[in-house]
């Protein structure tokens, strides 16, 4: 069974703390602030800085997390552990969440609207 870029229940749950304009604000804060992260995450590994590349996983991590990108967390907790740990950068692992990154960016551009939402 292939699982939903992002958990629509979260963003329900945003709805219900602070309206449609809420969560198009966090959804917009979340794709903008994203694109900078992941290219400061593939600039930190580099230049070989596991202490900035763990950071922005973790940063990364709980902005999915925030939004029900539910897999997208997954992968970034995955290299986040890998630089705590003090294993060599995951390459492997971050290609993965860029392509989960892209697949959730792909769910948000097609999301649905709720009526009257501009």
Known sequence: MH???VDSG???ELAQLGGDAFV????????RDGEQRFAALRTAAERGDAAAWTREAHTLKSAAAGVGA???R?????VEHAGVDGRPYPAADVALA???WSRVRTWFA???RP???V
């Open 3 to 5: 699982q939903e870029a």
């Open 10 to 12: 979260r963003l329900s």
């Open 24 to 31: 198009d604000e966090v959804v917009a804060a979340f794709l």
């Open 70 to 72: 539910d897999g997208l």
């Open 74 to 78: 997954r992968l970034l907790q995955a």
């Open 98 to 100: 860029a392509a989960e």
């Open 110 to 112: 097609r999301r649905p």
């Open 115 to 117: 009526r009257g939402a």
